[in-house]
């Protein structure tokens, strides 16, 4: 068991624009975030729309650990994720669903870092994010999330 909450929320509207810290996000059960560049199946990273990227997740965590054990300071809108959580196991959420405010999501995979993340932010992070680059999501019930919304097992 677990209980976490929701640090940031972020979104974009398209994949070479930064990331916009905002203070709700509005899940939308087949489809995705409502403002995102993936919402609908649309966006840059593939041409095949796939249901378990509607949402993406990353662990602050994984922040503090850039930071202590390599010097690396990245903020949380660059890390390219919608939502920031802290004291949730990302990992282990694969095929576990789990709810965020009124929203029910289910974990799909796991995240795979990507080269442009290096490009974005100007830091060879892509290694250090090997197996800590976030989860992606599938949403089950759509909803509207905040900031600080506590994140726990359904």
């Known amino acids: 068991m677990f209980s976490g909450s929701i640090q940031q929320l972020?979104?974009?509207?398209?994949?070479?624009?930064p990331m916009r810290t905002v203070d709700t996000l509005e899940l939308v059960e087949g489809k995705g975030i409502v403002g995102d560049?993936?919402?609908?199946?649309?966006?840059?990273?593939s041409d095949l729309p796939e249901d378990g990227r509607q949402v993406t997740f990353f662990e602050l965590e994984t922040l503090d650990a850039l930071r202590r054990d390599h010097g690396i300071a990245l903020a949380a809108d660059q890390h390219r994720r919608n939502i920031t959580t802290r004291g949730v196991p990302l990992n282990h959420?694969?095929?576990?669903?789990?709810?965020?405010?009124?929203?029910?999501?289910?974990?799909t995979r796991l995240s795979t870092p990507c080269r442009h993340i290096e490009q974005i932010t100007g830091q060879e992070?892509?290694?250090?994010?090997?197996?800590?680059s976030g989860l992606h999501a599938r949403i089950v019930r759509g909803?509207?999330?905040?900031?600080?919304?506590?994140i726990i097992p359904a």
């Open 10 to 17: 972020n979104v974009t509207p398209r994949a070479f624009l």
């Open 93 to 107: 959420l694969v095929g576990v669903r789990f709810r965020i405010g009124s929203a029910l999501v289910e974990g």
């Open 37 to 45: 560049r993936y919402f609908n199946g649309a966006g840059f990273y």
């Open 143 to 150: 909803g509207l999330i905040r900031a600080g919304d506590v």
């Open 125 to 132: 992070i892509f290694t250090f994010l090997l197996n800590r």
